[in-house]
């Protein structure tokens, strides 16, 4: 009896020796805190570096240090579909308890902490999957139109009169939000924990003392960067005054859809060059300032058809918990949604590429046309 209580708890040690340093680092177990991290520092966003990469947005960790800053940068999910849930810090009982981001299928509550660039502090306004695709928010995002064709422009309205930079939730001064059916399901989606990429930005940030809140006085110098772990040279977004009111979404001057002229007062345009035409912006901006309508016209009418599903899909995996039904008509349910997802994105892809495919010949018409 003895022999098999002490090999039981040898396995025991042994795995706990054998998590991975990695996990251990995501600061996410067993920390709690008698002092609040500090608010957020205002900052814009890098420019996206490629197709397939995702915002996820800075925040403060705890380190034996104290608090230091992991600066915002862009990385890929570990798998098509899946979507960054930001952690965040929450108060209760007196302490301060971390509570770690995750990826899953749908953005689930994280405090309602309004990091900006998509995260108003309820869901993700940043972009959406189709298929294989990514498809970003111009409106909240910073991506060069040019070598990114996947985007569209869907404002978000913050309705806060002011801004709200706590980084917490609950206590003195935090936020008070509270979490929504929909963000109380997402935690029993399929979730994955920080990637190996993350983890590695996090141990260089972590590394680096400049980060230390004891250093920078809640204020990083460096407090986002375009590549992970890169905290030097180009990509890097420095921290702005503090005292300046941080906006709900920042983007880059040169990608903004009011941003009309530029270069010596020719038209920029910021949609893809396949629905452009090579003619002299200036003879052709009525065209395409009609062909920008149609495309934000339709992909106003899929985000609206898009919303409708998913609280009907919502819906129909709430009755089915409220009925207690067995696990097999739960995945009945899941493979059926999944195929109504599929066949709608596939439905929008088909629309999308008629428009464009019209808007090209409409092009073609007008290279034909002399200029009056």
């Known amino acids: 009896m003895r022999i098999a209580r002490f090999f039981l708890l040898f396995v025991l040690a042994a795995a706990i020796l054998a998590i991975p340093a990695p996990s251990q680092a995501q600061v996410a177990v067993g920390v709690s805190i008698r002092i609040g991290p500090p608010a957020l520092p205002v900052y814009a966003q890098p420019i996206c570096p490629g197709a397939g990469y995702i915002w996820v947005p800075g925040y403060w960790a705890y380190g034996p240090d104290g608090y230091f800053w992991v600066p915002g940068t862009w990385v890929l999910a570990p798998e098509p579909g899946l979507l960054w849930t930001p952690g965040y810090w929450g108060f209760g009982e007196g302490i301060y308890v971390w509570h770690a981001g995750y990826w899953g299928p749908r953005v689930g509550f994280y405090g309602g902490i309004n990091y900006g660039f998509g995260y108003t502090g309820v869901g993700f306004a940043g972009g959406y999957w189709r298929g294989g695709n990514y498809y970003y928010n111009r409106s909240v995002t910073n991506v060069n139109v040019t070598v990114i064709h996947n985007t569209y422009n869907t404002t978000v309205v913050n309705n806060n009169t002011t801004i709200n930079r706590a980084s917490f939730n609950g206590g003195p001064g935090g936020i008070t939000a509270r979490p929504t059916s929909e963000e109380m399901a997402a935690e029993h989606d399929h979730r994955v924990p920080m990637t190996g990429e993350q983890n590695r930005h996090f141990e260089a940030a972590r590394s680096d003392r400049s980060f230390l809140a004891s250093e920078n006085h809640g204020r990083p110098e460096v407090a986002a960067t375009s590549r992970s772990g890169e905290f030097r040279g180009r990509g890097v977004e420095r921290g702005r005054d503090a005292n300046m009111n941080r906006p709900p979404e920042n983007r880059s001057d040169s990608n903004r859809a009011d941003r009309s002229r530029d270069n010596n007062g020719r038209i920029r345009d910021d949609r893809p060059p396949s629905v452009r035409s090579s003619r002299d912006a200036s003879y052709n901006s009525r065209v395409d300032e009609k062909h920008q ?51 709608m994105n596939r439905r929008h892809e088909q629309q999308s590429q008629k428009l464009e495919q019209h808007q090209q010949r409409e092009n073609q018409r007008q290279e034909g046309k002399p200029h009056k």
């Open 293 to 343: 309508q149609q495309t934000d016209k339709v992909q106003r009418q899929q985000d609206t058809e898009r919303q409708k599903l998913q609280q009907r899909h919502d819906q129909e995996r709430q009755n089915l918990s409220r009925q207690n039904r067995s696990q097999q008509k739960q995945d009945q349910l899941q493979r059926r949604q999944q195929q109504q997802t599929d066949q």
